[in-house]
């Protein structure tokens, strides 16, 4: 297992590796579209099974699997895990946001759902994948006076940084990482947009996250391997023939073979145990072994890659894909909560989409979003999820006619 928390700079081959990952063939796209046709082909179905009715319903639970476990985790961010079970007993209703000065109410998301956001409006825009300068022109178009003193309550510092150095244009949008913090969590509980307009190309999807990645870390953050596995695993996930272990697979194949001991480590401890929320308490128990003051030091030491997308991947094992679990067992674990609960959220609703989400859960959401004047987008989960439909469609029919071009 690599030593947790540390500064770690990768070398020559991983960013061989890495530059591998991203190419992706003429007979990979026509596989893909294979997929994307048969999952919207299906998108308005319906079953009782408990398993996400199509493509559309994938994309609706992925999106409101990771804004809905931001929003639950972010009141009791960086708590202890026993804190929270001496205040809440089990942590599963939504709880007051505090920003600065003010309280927000039961189900306001934070600053990564703000990345997320930007990233939606994007491809909403574009209605097909992004890069890095699409990203960036989208940052400067929203960004009004008034967004900027929003930011204040819903952003770190770094966001503001980064954004004020786009303004300026003296910084390409490729290189305005080199000034951010290297191994932070950013592609795990940011990059969701990435891997729904990705849905089912795991390859494009690594392609895209690395791509963006630039604009938020440099070059050697383990970001961008850890990354690849889990927004590889979250494309993979809108397969419709997916399964909890081919998703767990699909992290695994596109890790090194230090991130597989480390992920796997998590998988063991989950295995242990057959009802994960009764039992969490020895899961958590487990879990602070590996994650803990004295293992991860430094800046945003509770918020690093490598230890959101091991969570992540274990707590949706362990929920077998159930959204809702995993977002009850992610917020009770104490840490990164917010970062920890949107990737288990949107990872397991990219997988059984929304019939593993309570309604409930997504309406206050939505209406802590319309009273927010401070976010960047107030469209709801689900005007949100129809536009990425949309784009993900318009995406296929591109494809399409390629594949038809190649043919002749």
């Keep these: 297992m690599p030593t947790l928390g540390k500064e770690m700079t990768m070398d020559r081959t991983n960013l061989n590796r890495r530059r591998l990952l991203c190419q992706a063939g003429a007979a990979a796209v026509a596989a893909g579209l294979n997929v994307i046709a048969d999952n919207s082909a299906r998108a308005a179905d319906a079953d009782n099974t408990g398993k996400a009715s199509g493509l559309f319903d994938k994309v609706y639970g992925c999106i ?16 202890d895990r026993r804190k929270i079970a001496e205040r809440y007993g089990l942590l599963q209703e939504f709880q007051p946001r505090r920003a600065q000065t003010q309280v927000l109410p039961p189900g306001t998301t934070e600053d990564g759902m703000e990345r997320q956001k930007y990233m939606y409006l994007a491809i909403i825009e574009k209605q097909d994948r992004i890069t890095a300068d ?13 967004k900027r003193q929003g930011m204040m309550r819903m952003t770190e510092q770094f966001d503001r940084d980064l954004m004020d150095m786009a303004k300026s244009g ?40 690395q791509d963006i990645l630039r604009v938020y870390q440099p070059m050697e953050s383990d970001g961008f391997e850890w990354g690849a596995a889990y927004i590889a695993a979250v494309a993979h ?4 023939d997916v399964s909890v272990d081919s998703v767990i697979e699909t992290a695994l194949k596109y890790s090194s073979a230090d991130m597989k001991k480390e992920i796997q480590a998590g998988l063991d401890i989950v295995a242990k145990f057959s009802n994960p929320i009764n039992e969490r308490k020895a899961i958590y128990d487990e879990f602070a072994k590996i994650y803990n003051k004295e293992t991860c030091t430094g800046y945003y030491d509770m918020s690093r890659a490598h230890e959101c997308a ?35 959220g949107g990872l397991s609703g990219a997988f059984s989409g929304t019939k593993t989400i309570p309604a409930e859960w997504i309406a206050t959401v939505d209406a802590a979003t319309k009273k927010n004047p401070y976010t960047n987008s107030q469209l709801t989960i689900e005007e949100t999820a129809k536009g990425m439909f949309a784009a993900l469609q318009n995406k296929a029919k591109k494809m399409s006619a390629y594949v038809e071009l190649m043919k002749s």
Excluded: Q
């Excluded at 990771?66 to 708590?79: D, H, K, R």
């Excluded at 089912?200 to 392609?207: F, G, L, N, T």
């Excluded at 996930?237 to 419709?240: E, H, I, K, L, N």
């Design 64 to 79: 409101a699997g990771a804004y809905i476990g931001s929003a639950m985790g972010v009141p009791v961010e960086g708590w």
């Design 134 to 146: 699409d990203l960036v022109r989208t940052w400067l178009k929203v960004m009004t006076n008034e």
């Design 170 to 209: 003296k910084v390409p949008a490729r290189r305005l990482g080199e000034k951010g913090y290297a191994h932070l969590n950013a592609p795990i509980r940011c990059f969701h947009p990435i891997a729904v307009i990705n849905a089912c190309d795991e390859d494009s999807a690594i392609k895209d996250t």
């Design 237 to 240: 996930a809108f397969r419709p």
């Design 310 to 344: 091991t969570v992540a991947l274990s707590f949706f094992k362990a929920a077998k894909g159930n959204a809702k679990d995993a977002i009850i067992l992610a917020a009770n674990n104490g840490r990164d909560t917010d970062c920890n609960c949107a990737a288990s």
